[in-house]
T-cell receptor, first 113, second 112 residues
Framework: EAGVAQSPRYKIIEKRQSVAFWCNPI?????LYWYQQILGQGPKLLIQ????????DSQLPKDRFSAERLKGVDSTLKIQPAKLEDSAVYLC???????????FGAGTRLSVL | GENVEQHPSTLSVQEGDSAVIKCTYS??????FPWYKQELGKRPQLIID?????GEKKDQRIAVTLNKTAKHFSLHITETQPEDSAVYFC???????????FGKGTHLIIQP
């Protein structure tokens, strides 16, 4: 089966610019996650969706980050405006349902200059 | 919230020897503990997981042990091979919440 797809793979922007990332989960997976992985650290959960509803966004910096999954399939994560400390790999993961194994995409590497 | 500590940060072993990576967690409500392997520039891939109703699980050269009382779990890799070189992450999931809390990772180096 196809894995979790993410695009773009790389993005370089200047601080205060905006950027958006896209994720297509494994077909049939109801639960979708966005994680932020800063260099040398483990992934950190930003937001979790169940179908098109938000389950947990307690660690999402809502003043600059937003995410949506309008039709319960694809998702986009947006940063506006970006800061230097947002430089990281943004990983999308999906699972069949809550509590099931999470499968990760290859990530989008963001560099903020 | 949950906090996961992982040690060591770097582990170098001779090819054919065993490697052990240890993690501790803080939230006694955590009940699911996966291990992911991440090669440079690639996605994290699940290699083994364990739930809190089991003390040990094995899959060929890889095993995971869980001590709920002490709140720690370990990854054991036997007969290490060059392709085992990667960064390994442990994680914990609290019952009723699905986001994973990850450790900081262990860079495993297999010396030929």
């Amino acid at each position: 089966e196809a894995g979790v797809a993410q695009s773009p793979r790389y993005k370089i922007i200047e601080k205060r610019q905006s950027v958006a990332f896209w994720c297509n989960p494994i077909s049939g997976h109801a639960t979708l996650y966005w994680y932020q992985q800063i260099l040398g650290q483990g992934p950190k959960l930003l937001i979790q969706f169940q179908n098109n509803g938000v389950v947990d966004d307690s660690q999402l910096p809502k003043d600059r980050f937003s995410a949506e999954r309008l039709k319960g399939v694809d998702s986009t994560l947006k940063i506006q405006p970006a800061k230097l400390e947002d430089s990281a790999v943004y990983l999308c993961a999906s699972s069949l349902d809550r509590g099931h194994i999470q499968y990760f995409g290859a990530g989008t590497r963001l560099s903020v200059l | 919230g949950e906090n996961v500590e992982q040690h060591p940060s770097t582990l170098s072993v001779q090819e054919g020897d065993s490697a052990v990576i240890k993690c501790t967690y803080s939230d006694s409500a955590s009940n699911y503990f996966p291990w992911y392997k991440q090669e440079l520039g690639k996605r994290p891939q699940l290699i083994i997981d364990i739930r809190s109703n089991v003390g040990e699980k094995k899959d060929q050269r890889i095993a995971v042990t869980l001590n709920k009382t002490a709140k720690h779990f370990s990854l054991h890799i036997t007969e290490t091979q060059p392709e085992d070189s990667a960064v390994y992450f442990c994680a914990a999931m609290r019952g009723g919440a699905d986001g994973l809390t990850f450790g900081k990772g262990t860079h495993l180096i297999i010396q030929p």
